[in-house]
């Protein structure tokens, strides 16, 4: 999407829409565009097992991060960070596969702002309206992402803000959805970014088959408007209360994907959950070099295409691709047929490796 598309999301809403930020108007959705027989999907497949240099490297497999921020743009960034509020009692969601490397998301916003970015936001609304980023900290324990938001935006003219979308977002924008609630909100700071880019981690989901880049989203919706207080976390189980089928949190996930309409989905085959997901509670970790020999980044301008090839190197063809994105491609999101998207990088068939799926709480 270019710059001007996503404040036309603004401009199309009218002026209701603007002063609703807090009072929640439900803006007009911008046209899907219309599917051609020819896809122009591509993914870029880079292994290693620096993650780092695994970032940047299938960031220049695409073209480079300058292809899709331009000098002067605000980019939003948002990982998986769903079980990072328990980190400060000495969990350690990362090499459990529950969240985004922080080391993917750091190189992701140094790229960024070496485009010229003017801010580059980190967020996510995980499972606590506000949480501590610092415990979000590299594999290897040398750093966070609130150390490293502060030295980028030391060396680099733009800056690096990271929120908790709860606590942080300034106003709320409602968009329709095709479930049983007709609209649903999100952050402001989404909408009004010039870039959005999704960086979830690679693992199964007991109610929505898989969770990656297009279900990442689900955390730019508010905790306490759509959900409920249990124990020490919060449940967003109001958005499903009515809806609680694979399908119908897919739709939702796909309604996601047309408001937000992400320039850039990476997915993390570093450590990732298998089986009962999304967390360790029932599912399991997976540390992909065990099955691959090395660890796997997967990116694409595509979200569809992107969740699409993840899908197939975790053989869930059937019970994902076949049955929940072929609605995303019928519906204008991308490319999910397996002989329009290139792959640049491996072959596919060189990088599939087993992972248990989940067993669906509904179907």
């Known amino acids: 999407m270019n710059n001007l598309a996503r404040r036309d999301f603004l401009k199309l809403s009218g002026a209701a829409a603007v002063a609703g ?21 591509r993914v870029a497949t880079v292994r290693g097992d620096d993650l780092y240099a695994m970032t940047r490297d299938v960031l220049e497999t695409l073209g480079g991060i300058q292809k899709i921020v331009n000098p002067g743009e605000t980019v939003f960034i948002k990982p998986n960070m769903v079980t990072l509020p328990w980190a400060s009692q000495g969990y350690n969601p990362f090499r459990l596969g529950e969240c985004t490397k922080p080391e993917i998301v750091i190189a992701v916003v140094e790229e960024c702002l070496k485009a010229g970015a003017a801010e580059v936001i980190v967020g996510d609304g995980s499972q606590m309206p506000r949480f501590d980023w610092k415990f979000a900290r590299t594999l290897d324990g040398s750093t966070n992402l609130v150390a490293e938001a502060a030295r980028l935006s030391s060396e680099y003219e733009g800056k690096v803000t990271i929120v908790c979308l709860d606590a942080d977002t300034p106003g709320w924008i409602e968009v329709p959805t095709g479930i049983s609630l007709g609209k649903v909100a999100i952050s402001s700071l989404v909408v009004q970014a010039d870039r959005v880019i999704s960086i979830p981690v690679a693992k199964t989901h007991t109610l929505a088959v898989l969770t990656l880049s297009m279900k990442n989203l689900i955390g730019i919706i508010p905790l306490e408007r759509y959900g409920w207080h249990n124990g020490p976390n919060y449940d967003r189980t109001d958005l499903h209360r009515h809806d609680y089928t694979s399908k119908a949190v897919n739709q939702l996930v796909f309604d996601l994907t047309q408001a937000v309409k992400p320039d850039l989905a990476i997915v993390d085959f570093s450590i990732g959950v298998e089986g009962n997901g999304p967390t360790t509670e029932r599912g399991s970790a997976v540390d992909v070099k065990d099955r691959l020999g090395s660890w796997l980044l997967l990116a694409s301008t595509d979200p569809v295409a992107a969740d699409a090839t993840a899908a197939r190197v975790m053989n869930h063809d059937a019970a994902y691709v076949d049955r929940i994105l072929t609605t995303a491609h019928e519906q204008g999101l991308g490319e999910m047929r397996e002989e329009e998207i290139e792959i640049v990088g491996e072959r596919l068939d060189e990088l599939r490796v087993e992972w248990l799926p989940a067993k669906l709480d509904h179907g």
Do not use: E, N
């Open 21 to 41: 930020l807090l009072a929640g108007c439900c803006p007009v959705p911008r046209p899907t565009p219309a599917l051609t027989g020819t896809s122009t999907a």
